[in-house]
């Protein structure tokens, strides 16, 4: 996966698949750095932005609600994201 990446001109796609690939492995800031790339190469794709969430949430950073909440615009009925932003939510008190 880091070859598709490095040694050609990263795609989106690729990126996510890095990226899902670093968060699977517990290599939270090097995910959260490939999946912020695919978000900003395709920012209309809401799967990137669900991953880059699930990845923030998991370092504890703020910012997992924005991308969270980023995702339910570009797909208002994603269920996982409403349910993964009602449980930040919920744990911050809000």
Not at 4 to 18: E, F
Request: aromatic fraction near 10%; proline fraction near 4%.
């Amino acid at each position: 996966m880091e070859y598709l990446v490095t040694s050609h001109s990263p795609t989106d796609y690729y990126l996510h698949l890095l990226g899902i690939a670093r968060l699977k492995a517990g290599d939270l800031p090097r995910a959260i750095d490939a999946l912020r790339a695919a978000c900003n190469l395709n920012p209309e794709q809401v799967h990137y932005w669900y991953a880059l969430g699930k990845a923030l949430e998991r370092q504890e950073n703020n910012d997992a609600v924005a991308a969270y909440e980023r995702a339910l615009r570009l797909k208002p009925g994603y269920t996982k994201a409403r349910f993964a932003l009602k449980r930040l939510r919920k744990a911050n008190g809000a």
